[in-house]
């Protein structure tokens, strides 16, 4: 295993020499790749399988932007819509774990994997380039310049950078932060008027003398009201690094703070998890960063709650900035996180089980050989966006608006990380997180990677495409970059067949070349199972939907399509702040009498094994019963025993996820009649 890497290291200083050596060399090819992102990988390596030349030029050091750079646990809400050279990519990571295929990997396997096709394509790969200017005749780009000197000249240039250099420095319409919901007829779009999800589950109070708000504000919480909901911003949803942590002394290396570090930066979090100490909510370090295992006993670690690793509100210049102005973010956001997991380790105020714990943990030392174990790439979740003749819209992703000339197809949930963190009622509280699920995959239009005729005829922008900040967070997902750059390569290779504009592709004779190349453009949902949903008047006795309950935390709405569901959906707990999700059930029973009490979830192996569900009449405890969601048993239907229980709404059900191991559901709630 260690020889790969090693290999893959010195082919990254090989090229970096070369550059370096050859620094106003002109290099011609037929497409430009400019970006070594997973998409960008992909996008050269078909360039080359269709016949074309193709040059990579790549800002850093690496192959594979974020696929490689951490973020080894893929997001993406169905395989199924994810073909050609992205399948063949899990299917390659599969190989080298003696699967059929595999979504979850080390960072080093990715990179090999993505230096192996590039290798087999023969496509030459140029580190350390710097875009500096790009230069047009007409509505063409003829060349592009590196601040090196070095030049790449081509017929067509596909910019598969996270930032969107190439297409702003070509001078194409772009959009930076969120739109407001009326631009595009919306309802996700814009400031949020009420933040659920990674959320600060009990009051903090943000000013420095608590308090007193003339003292100011507490480190890491920005001043303003935050808008008004529904308008539109500047805010950028929140970045971070997605971290490779391992447990194992044998490959375990110290996580050393930054230089300047000062305890008192973290304030907030103190007093947040002091005061959910105080609320008997006792916090795990689960809740503070959301801890994925990887192979070789190794994570990728994201964000989780209300005060993780995001650096949320430090991102906001980053998109437009100059390169000085984004290694600065760049150094601030690993500051930021550096000091978070120092602070979690080291601090007194800091629980006892949580500094613990958070002590077992360590770097890399076989992960990230030239950056000290720390990821190579920042997650930069969203910077530019396009502003094309056809913009993916919340319309796109719900189904109401449907693309005529697909090039993939995108299918996670609407996502949006938090954007600002204010204060509101004299409170710490977060805002911008959205998470809106729960529909089929859905076509990308072709229109929406490329340019307007009048700003660009030979560009293709498949990662800062064109779409609303709440389409884009759920198309922003690694294997769907990689499907639109294999998409992006198709379509140049063919506007060089017809000596064309980008613009001029026909798209049946594009979608033809794609579906041979195995990508999967359309989408047809398979056959809901028989009695998948249950209308809750079919069963006996007394049932409430999960509807019908009062619900207490960031619950999720699912409508899963291969779950059994009573009703149109369920809600789960996204298997996060536990102990502050609960929901209570108050039916009306008609008579008084002995029930059954029935609890009703679609069973899953991800869900918790221990739900603690408690039985109340007329406000007091008659009994508690821990419940395996995990288990097929009754299909779901888990009795919690017989009660006798007066007429009217004098009975109560609470479910919590209060200490579980697993995915809490609450899909609804059966009272039968006990016939003596």
Known sequence: MKTPKLLSVLSILLFIFTARAAATEIVEADVCVYGGTSGGVIAAVQAARLGKSAVLAEF??????????????????????????????????????????????????????????????????????????????????????????????????????????????????????????????????????????????????????????????????QPGDGGKPGEGDRAVQAYNFRLVLTQQPENKKPILPPKEYSPARYELLARYLEARVVAGKKPQLGQLMHIQMMPGGKTDINNNGGFSTDHIGFNYDYPDG?????????????????????????????????????????????????????????????????????????????GTVKAPDPVGLAAYTMDSHNCQRLVKNGRAENEGDVQVGGFPPYPISYRSIIPKAIECENLLVPICLAATHIAYGSIRMEPVFMVLGQSAATAAALAIDGNSSVQKVNPAKLQERLRAGKQILDWTAPPAPKASIIDPKSLPGVVLDDADGQKTGPWIDSTAREARKVGIGYL????????????????????????????????????????????????????????NQKSPARNGFASLGICKLPRGRLTSVTVSNKGTDGYVVADGIQFLPVAR
């Open 60 to 221: 850093g050091n690496h192959l594979g932007g974020m696929t490689s750079g951490g973020l080894g646990q893929t997001d993406i809400g169905n395989k199924g819509a994810i073909g050609g050279i992205a399948r063949e990519f899990y299917r390659r990571v599969g190989r080298h774990y003696g699967k059929e295929e595999a979504w979850t990997f080390e960072p080093h396997v990715a990179e090999n994997i993505y230096f192996q096709m590039i290798n087999e394509a023969k496509v030459p790969v140029y580190f350390q380039q710097r875009l500096a200017t790009v230069k047009k005749q007409g509505a063409r780009i003829t060349e592009i310049v590196m601040e090196s000197g070095k030049t790449f000249r081509a017929r067509m240039f596909i910019d598969v950078s996270y930032e969107g250099d190439l297409m702003a420095k070509a001078k194409v319409s772009y959009h930076v932060g969120r739109e407001a919901n009326a631009q595009y007829n919306e309802t996700l779009n814009g400031v949020r008027a009420q933040t659920l999800f990674h959320q600060f589950t009990v009051p903090v109070d943000p000013f420095v003398k608590p308090g007193d708000p003339s003292s100011g504000l507490l480190p890491l919480i």
């Open 322 to 398: 100059d390169y000085a102005t984004r290694a600065r973010i760049w150094q601030e956001h690993e500051n930021y996180i550096r000091g978070l997991l120092h602070f979690l380790a080291t601090s007194p105020r800091v629980p006892d089980n949580i500094r613990s714990e958070m002590q077992s943990w360590g770097l890399t030392k076989d992960e990230f050989l030239d950056t000290g174990g720390w990821p190579h790439q920042l997650y930069v979740r969203e910077a530019r966006r396009m502003i094309s003749d056809y913009v993916m819209t919340e319309h796109n992703c719900r």
């Open 572 to 627: 789960h707990d996204g298997n996060a702040d536990k102990g502050s999700v609960s929901i209570v059930y108050t039916p009306d029973l008609p008579r008084a009498g002995e029930y059954e009490i029935i609890l009703i979830s679609p069973p899953h192996a991800n869900r918790a094994g221990n739900v603690p569900v408690s039985i109340a009449v007329d406000g007091r405890e008659i009994k508690t019963v821990t419940v």
